[in-house]
T-cell receptor, first 113, second 116 residues
């Protein structure tokens, strides 16, 4: 058990809909990263939050947004969903912005139909 | 340009034998970290081993060791005494030190199959 909790584990939704993925980092970890794993794009970094503030952006679409709350949990919001958004979405946490390890949650498998 | 390259899409190994999974990387940052993750068919990403760019010795964690050759920019994972449960996808990843680039960059992965 990595200590990173993601909910839900599975999500099936229709095109055009909006969903929210939730991540609780390991106790004490300030940094949260979101990644997308799809068959055609592999594992890609989406966005990072550190202690409530956005720290870095990767290949995140404008339809996607995220935030980190005062209790350090994070949410990734995906809107106007398309079939191509079907993927495994991971959250990872680490202790600081330069901490070595990054531990991943179990992922949320999103299927858009 | 690819920052992490894994040239072996698939590998087979006999149970109890050792196997090496290749990884080369590209960065101009003097401070960076290299990671290996295992992803079994269930989908979770399991952290295996870490090597810092300034570490003098190769990292080891149980049956996993990282063969770090800095001049060649390679960070190969060696799994000794393979077990059936080692069958999975393995990803090499890098974290650079520049602010704003500390997220992990992943390679395309190697699917390892351990045969009895």
């Amino acid at each position: 058990d990595s200590g990173v909790t993601q909910t839900p584990k599975h999500l099936i939704t229709a095109t055009g809909q909006r969903v929210t993925l939730r991540c609780s980092p390991r106790s004490g970890d300030l940094s949260v990263y979101w990644y997308q794993q799809s068959l055609d794009q592999g594992l890609q970094f989406l966005i990072q939050y550190y202690n409530g503030e956005e720290r870095a952006k990767g290949n995140i679409l404008e339809r996607f947004s995220a935030q980190q709350f005062p209790d350090l949990h994070s949410e990734l919001n995906l809107s106007s969903l398309e079939l191509g958004d079907s993927a495994l979405y991971f959250c990872a946490s680490s202790g600081s912005d330069t901490y070595t390890e990054a531990f991943f949650g179990q992922g949320t498998r999103l299927t858009v139909v | 340009a690819q920052k992490i390259t894994q040239t072996q899409p698939g590998m087979f190994v006999q149970e109890k034998e050792a196997v090496t999974l290749d990884c080369t990387y590209d960065t101009s940052d003097p401070s960076y970290g290299l990671f290996w993750y295992k992803q079994p068919s269930s989908g979770e990403m399991i952290f295996l081993i870490y090597q810092g760019s300034y570490d003098q010795q190769n990292a080891t964690e149980g049956r996993y060791s990282l063969n770090f050759q800095k001049a060649r920019k390679s960070a190969n994972l060696v799994i000794s005494a393979s077990q059936l449960g080692d069958s999975a996808m393995y990803f090499c990843a890098m974290r650079e030190g520049y602010p704003g680039r500390r997220a992990l960059t992943f390679g395309s992965g190697t699917r390892l199959q351990v045969q009895p």
